[in-house]
């Protein structure tokens, strides 16, 4: 009993430490975030023709969706892109619905890794933020080119490495490296552009 209250205890403290405006992307786990769930059953009714099933799962994470229109902290929001899924579902358009959908993961992308670069200096809270952006970009990575998955990845990886590490006892020990970690959000930001955008299938495209 007292190595139980023992452990809430040191729990309760390390949340405490945890900023409150990261609180909410830290205590879920990304894969239960309902966009990551919903991405494979959306895309699948899309491909059906399902349209009803579609608006269904849309349902599912809509509220994700009008977060991610509004600013927050350095993220600067998405207005419109709520409206922009309505009308890809209502023209029954299978390229804007998909189209749509990545740019709401690249948006969440985007505002996890802004989020960690505002909190590099709290190790648990930045290194956290960078695995919910990896997650969100797991979902992502097989609409991208091999060249822009392989680019991302090893982004991801150094943007990790830039957070640092506390070592255990201050052995092993790393400071985290802002400079790094602006470098690689950079590179990965830019990479999934034209995927939020809409652009790189028609770069290729034959109509």
């Known amino acids: 009993m007292g190595h139980t209250l023992k452990r809430t205890l040191i729990a309760a403290a390390l949340a405490a430490l945890i900023p409150l405006q990261v609180a909410a992307y830290t205590y879920a786990s990304p894969k239960s975030d309902p966009l990551v769930k919903g991405r494979d059953p959306f895309l699948a009714a899309v491909a059906a023709g399902d349209w009803d099933g579609a608006e269904d799962v849309f349902d599912s994470f809509v509220a994700k969706i ?35 959908l990545n740019r709401a993961f690249v948006n969440q992308i985007n505002r996890r890794l802004l989020a960690a670069k505002a909190n590099i200096d709290t190790y648990g809270t930045a290194s956290a933020l960078v695995v919910i952006a ?24 150094a943007a990790l490495d830039a957070v640092g590490k506390p070592g255990v006892l201050g052995v092993g020990s790393k ?33």
């Open 175 to 207: 400071d985290p490296d802002p400079a790094a970690f602006d470098k690689a959000m950079e590179s990965i930001l830019e990479t999934l552009a034209p995927y939020a955008e809409g652009e790189e299938e028609d770069e290729d495209s034959d109509y």
């Open 134 to 157: 990896q997650t969100f970009y797991d979902g992502l990575q097989g609409d991208l080119e091999p060249e822009d998955q392989k680019a991302v990845s090893e982004q991801m990886h």
């Open 66 to 100: 009008e977060g991610m229109e509004k600013a927050d902290g350095d993220y600067p929001g998405d207005p419109g892109i709520k409206q922009d899924f309505v009308l890809a579902m209502q023209t029954q358009d299978p390229e804007a619905s998909q189209d749509v």
